[in-house]
């Protein structure tokens, strides 16, 4: 199986823009989770949507959302971009309760100027 | 609420020398445990996990941990590390009854393997 593919990799913004970074998961995983990176914060929850439905939510401003499509891929989105947003976005998918694995894809790299 | 303490920062350690990275957890209630190792420029890869029966746990790349509920404690080792193994590696807890999978992560533990 193919495994989690984020697109794009690299992406530059200015400050007060927005972004939409995508997140397909391993096909039949059916739970995508993002997490924000950064040397300062660490690894920090977002959201995890599961069927189309966001389960549950990180400590993070409404700049931040989500969304998850029919076929399980993931979207997030940033408004009004801030410097401190500069960060590794990192995906996950999970098959479910029988392993609580989750897989992680390559990360977006994502830098605001 | 979930926390999880990775005591060291940084590990240097001599190429085929045992290494052992700490990792403690907080909660009231039963989690689920795990390591990861993220290596430049990649994303996570899982090492092993916790979910339930024997306490030791074999993983991946000649990784082992042992749970300890005592001492709430996930400590990974390794008998002899190679090169390949500089990475940052990262425990993680999964609380199983909040209806989701959001792992909760310690701030990693630098590995560096030193010739």
């Known amino acids: 199986k193919a495994g989690v593919t984020q697109t794009p990799r690299y992406l530059i913004k200015t400050r007060g823009q927005q972004v939409t970074l995508s997140c397909s998961p391993i096909?039949?995983?059916?739970?995508v989770s993002w997490y924000q990176q950064t040397p300062g914060q660490g690894l920090q929850f977002l959201f995890e949507y599961f069927s189309e439905t966001q389960r549950n939510k990180g400590n993070f401003p409404g700049r931040f959302s989500g969304r998850q499509f029919s076929n399980s891929r993931s979207e997030m989105n940033v408004s009004t971009l801030e410097l401190g947003d500069s960060a590794l976005y990192l995906c996950a998918s999970c098959p479910g309760q029988v392993t609580y694995e989750q897989y992680f894809g390559p990360g977006t790299r994502l830098t605001v100027t | 609420a979930q926390s999880v303490t990775q005591l060291d920062s940084q590990v240097p350690v001599f190429e085929e020398a045992p290494v052992e990275l700490r990792c403690n957890y907080s909660?009231?209630?039963?989690?689920?445990l795990f390591w990861y190792v993220q290596y430049p420029n990649q994303g996570l890869q899982l090492l092993l996990k916790?979910?339930?029966?024997?306490?030791l746990v074999k993983g991946i790349n000649g990784f082992e941990a042992e749970f300890n509920k005592s001492q709430t404690s996930f400590h990974l080792r390794k008998p002899s590390v190679h090169i390949s193994d500089t990475a940052e590696y990262f425990c993680a807890v999964l609380y199983p009854g909040a209806g989701s999978y959001q792992l909760t992560f310690g701030k990693g533990t630098k590995l560096s393997v030193i010739p």
């Open positions: 916790y979910l339930s029966g024997s306490t």
């Open positions: 096909s039949g995983h059916r739970s």
């Open positions: 909660s009231s209630v039963s989690v689920y």
